[in-house]
C-alpha cells in the first residue's frame, strides 16, 4: 500500500502505474509460487492491487468531473484512507482463505496455521505503511473469527470473495442513496477483479 500522503496527483500517478504495470506483465513470464514466501507475497500485493483498482476506479466513475475537486478536501482524503485501509483488511482475509482452501483440495495441503502466520506477517509489514491500529486489531478479530468457522474443503468454490466486494460497497465514501443505486455494479466489479487474481494464482502455485 502507499506510504505516502494521498493527493490528486499521486492517486492518478498510482492508478496509471498499477494498470500499465498489470497491462506489462501479462507479456512477461509469472514466476511460479513454490513456497510459503512466494505466496505471501501474492496475497499482500494482489489484494492491495484490487482494493486499489476498485476503490479509486468507483470514485472516478461516481464522482465524473468533480472528482479532482474532492481530493482537496482533507475529509474526504480521511474517508478515502480510512475505505482503503478497511477493504485491505478484508481482501487480505479473503485471499489468505482462498489460497489456502484451493491447497487444501488440489494439493492436500493442512497446515492452515500458516494461513494465520502469513495474515499477521502481512499486517506487521503494513504498520510501517501507516495502516491504523484500530484497523489492525479489527482484522486480527475477524480473521480469527472467519479462522474458527472455515470449510477449508469448500471455500475457495463457495464466493470466497463476497466479504471484501461488500466492504468496498460499505466503506467507499459515496453517498449512502447513489451507492444503493450502484449496489449490484460495484459488487460485479470487484468479484471480476477477483477472477481475474484467481485465474493468476490457479496458473502460479506450484506447490
Do not use: C
Not at 21 to 26: E, H, M, Q, S, V
Not at 111 to 130: G, H, M, R, T, V
Request: charged share 30%; net charge positive.
Amino acid at each position: 500500500m502507499s506510504k505516502y500522503k494521498l493527493s490528486w496527483k499521486d492517486l492518478t500517478w498510482n492508478d496509471f502505474k498499477i494498470y500499465l504495470f498489470a497491462l506489462f506483465r501479462a507479456f512477461i513470464p509469472k514466476k511460479k509460487i513454490k513456497n510459503l514466501i512466494d505466496l505471501e507475497e501474492f496475497i499482500q500485493t494482489k489484494s492491495a492491487w484490487v482494493t486499489q483498482v476498485t476503490l479509486y476506479g468507483y470514485l472516478k466513475t461516481r464522482m465524473g468531473t468533480r472528482y479532482v475537486l474532492h481530493f482537496e478536501n482533507d475529509e474526504f482524503m480521511s474517508s478515502v484512507n480510512l475505505a482503503k485501509w478497511n477493504i485491505y483488511a478484508v481482501a487480505l482475509q479473503d485471499l489468505t482463505f482462498f489460497t489456502f482452501s484451493f491447497l487444501k483440495t488440489g494439493f492436500n495441503y493442512s497446515e492452515f496455521e500458516k494461513a494465520k502466520e502469513i495474515f499477521l506477517n502481512i499486517l506487521d509489514d503494513e504498520i510501517s505503511n501507516k495502516m491504523p491500529s484500530t484497523v489492525i486489531e479489527d482484522a486480527k478479530k475477524k480473521f480469527n473469527e472467519r479462522f474458527q468457522n472455515i470449510n477449508w474443503e469448500n471455500y475457495y468454490n463457495d464466493l470466497p470473495f463476497n466479504p471484501s466486494a461488500l466492504a468496498l460497497y460499505k466503506w467507499a465514501p459515496i453517498a449512502e442513496d447513489l451507492k444503493t443505486l450502484d449496489r449490484k455494479i460495484v459488487l460485479n466489479s470487484v468479484i471480476l477483479k477477483w477472477d481475474i487474481v484467481k485465474k493468476e494464482f490457479k496458473e502460479r502455485i506450484n506447490f
